[in-house]
T-cell receptor
Framework: NAGVTQTPKFQVLKTGQSMTLQCAQDMNHNSMYWYRQDPGMGLRLIYYSASEGTTDKGEVPNGYNVSRLNKREFSLRLESAAPSQTSVYFC???????????FGSGTRLTVV | RKEVEQDPGPFNVPEGATVAFNCTYSNSASQSFFWYRQDCRKEPKLLMSVYSSGNEDGRFTAQLNRASQYISLLIRDSKLSDSATYLCVVGSNFGNEKLTFGTGTRLTIIP
């Protein structure tokens, strides 16, 4: 049982480049989330999808877009990467809020 | 005021000791409460849910005080493997599937 799978694990981008972070879950969860984690800032919600076909902004959505491709997959796109987007990105999924989240292993992104 | 506040630590505790963390939350309508554990350069993992009646899982005990809006985690007989960052997590409303994470409390168990 793979749980939540994120790709890639590491990425270095130049300022202005674009990329898509992929996330897939095999637990038939309805809700999926993208967080970023920075030192001293904790986990901050970028976007989330409460169910297939819906997406909503979180706390820090600027500079990002998302796509809930189907129930399994939720991708995060950086259209024009900036150094401020250097961070560790976590995808998570949940059947319902009361069950908590299951996280992927993260993507370490550096923008130079 | 932050939605979820934790003492960042670090807490340096000798092996075998008992250690307690507290966390406060600002939204009195909060319904779901959790403690997560995060090891260095790893993803957060669910340690335990926190129920109104309190709950225990081995050496770990979690308590919820709704009147004072705080959650606690007690670790007894601490092990070296307990060294990690502990995240307090709160969910506000049923139907709103978002959870809010505290910034975490770093714990180091000293041999």
């Amino acid at each position: 049982n793979a749980g939540v799978t994120q790709t890639p694990k590491f990425q270095v981008l130049k300022t202005g480049q674009s990329m898509t972070l992929q996330c897939a879950q095999d637990m038939n969860h309805n809700s999926m989330y993208w967080y970023r984690q920075d030192p001293g800032m904790g986990l901050r919600l970028i976007y989330y999808s409460a169910s297939e076909g819906t997406t909503d902004k979180g706390e820090v959505p600027n500079g990002y877009n998302v796509s809930r491709l189907n129930k399994r997959e939720f991708s995060l796109r950086l259209e024009s990467a900036a150094p401020s987007q250097t961070s560790v990105y976590f995808c998570a999924s949940s059947p319902r809020q009361v069950n908590g989240y299951t996280f992927g292993s993260g993507t370490r992104l550096t923008v130079v | 005021r932050k939605e979820v506040e934790q003492d960042p630590g670090p807490f340096n505790v000798p092996e075998g000791a008992t250690v307690a963390f507290n966390c406060t939350y600002s939204n009195s309508a909060s319904q779901s409460f959790f403690w997560y554990r995060q090891d260095c350069r790893k993803e957060p993992k669910l340690l335990m849910s926190v129920y109104s009646s309190g709950n225990e899982d081995g050496r770990f005990t979690a308590q919820l005080n709704r009147a004072s809006q705080y959650i606690s985690l007690l670790i007894r007989d601490s092990k070296l493997s307990d060294s990690a960052t502990y995240l307090c997590v709160v969910g506000s409303n049923f139907g709103n599937e978002k959870l809010t994470f505290g910034t975490g409390t770093r714990l180091t168990i000293i041999p």
